[in-house]
């Protein structure tokens, strides 16, 4: 069975801080995802990876970076996080065939 | 215009019935389509992918690819009120390590008992 892991369901964070949300898969897969969604605009992508220490921006880059140092592993770094950031983040890996194996989700608050 | 159009419903129906969620989309280049489920403050469980047109079934569950119009269904037979959750259609081109899929926004599904 697939399985993608998120390090934490739930996280409270405060505005300036630095914010690390970690991913692993157990599939061998190259290509993972970060996704942010948000009531009325669906999931948008954040940054994705298809390779150790490859990575590509999504569609709302600004204020995050990733970090791709092992093949399982999927990092996403909020450098200063703002109120603005919260919101439910999803992290997906890539199957054979195109589609995407998500993790439970991380919802971040940030007050 | 965005890419994939998804009604977001909310949807009710009763428990029994032949429920039919949609999907249209505008870039023909697409020829992998998907359908996750999402329960609430969960992530999207894949459902069922199907390569460019015609029918898939698995159990209750019906995915239908409509190319020449771009219009892609999901239906589900003697609907439960375990499937009540947000179902969300997703779809890419083929070919390219780097295709992300273009997800829909959703539709929120309730099966009443």
């Known amino acids: 069975d697939v399985k993608v892991t998120q390090s934490s369901r739930y996280l409270v964070k405060r505005t300036g801080e630095k914010v690390f949300l970690e991913c692993v898969q157990d599939?061998?897969?190259?290509?993972m995802f970060w996704y942010r969604q948000d009531p009325g605009l669906g999931l948008r992508l954040i940054y994705f990876?298809?390779?150790?220490?490859?990575?590509e921006k999504g569609d709302i880059p600004e204020g995050y970076s990733v970090s791709r140092e092992k093949k399982e592993r999927f990092s996403l770094i909020l450098e200063s996080a703002s109120t603005n950031q919260t919101s439910m983040y999803l992290c997906a890996s890539r199957g054979q065939i195109y589609e995407q194996y998500f993790g439970p989700g991380t919802r971040l608050t940030v007050t | 215009q965005k890419e994939v159009e998804q009604d977001p419903g909310p949807l009710s129906v009763p428990e029994g019935a032949i429920v039919s969620l949609n999907c249209t989309y505008s870039n023909s280049a697409f020829q992998y389509f998907m359908w996750y489920r999402q329960y609430s403050r969960k992530g999207p469980e894949l459902l069922m992918y199907?390569?460019?047109?015609g029918n898939k079934e698995d159990g209750r569950f019906t995915a239908q690819v409509d190319k020449s119009s771009k219009y892609i269904s999901l239906f589900i037979r003697d609907s439960q009120p375990s499937d009540s959750a947000t179902y969300l259609c997703?779809?890419?081109?083929?070919?390219?390590?780097?295709?992300?899929?273009?997800f829909g926004t959703g539709t929120l599904l309730a099966v009443q008992p």
């Open positions: 997703a779809m890419g081109p083929y070919g390219g390590a780097t295709n992300k899929l273009i």
């Open positions: 199907t390569y460019s047109s």
């Open positions: 599939m061998d897969h190259e290509n």
């Open positions: 990876s298809y390779d150790v220490k490859m990575k």
